[in-house]
Nanobody, 121 residues
Framework: QIQLVESGGGLVQAGGSLRLSCAAS????????MGWFRQAPGQDREFVAA????????LYADSVKGRFTISRDNAKNTVTLQMNSLSLGDTASYYC??????????????WGQGTQVTVSS
């Protein structure tokens, strides 16, 4: 089983940037497609971005396309989400997830505990 731990969340002003990291243990990350999701209070969890096992393919939600970038370093067993031009609507808990599929928007097997991102005006 793979364990995922997110870090890098915090408070940032609108227009600013944050970089989230997800560290994996228990399994080599190269065997999993990886994704980021977020959930704001009172809302359903939503897909943010995904990256394939090799890093050659990525998917993004329309709401973050052009502002967020997902990447991975299989040698370091980490996945990152670079978030730029943050807006109030990006405030949420962000979760890292792993899938046995090559890449996916919605079918994930393992989840981290989440890290909070708060964007202030």
């Amino acid at each position: 089983q793979i364990q995922l731990v997110e870090s890098g969340g915090g408070l940032v002003q609108a227009g600013g940037s944050l970089r989230l990291s997800c560290a994996a243990s228990g399994r080599f990350l190269s065997g999993y497609g990886m994704g980021w999701f977020r959930q704001a209070p009172g809302q359903d969890r939503e897909f943010v971005a995904a990256i394939s096992r090799t890093g050659g393919s990525t998917l993004y939600a329309d709401s973050v396309k052009g502002r967020f970038t997902i990447s991975r370093d299989n040698a370091k067993n980490t996945v990152t989400l670079q978030m730029n031009s943050l807006s109030l609507g990006d405030t949420a808990s962000y979760y890292c997830a792993a899938t046995r599929l090559y890449i996916s928007r919605d079918d994930y097997d393992y989840w981290g505990q989440g890290t909070q991102v708060t964007v202030s005006s």
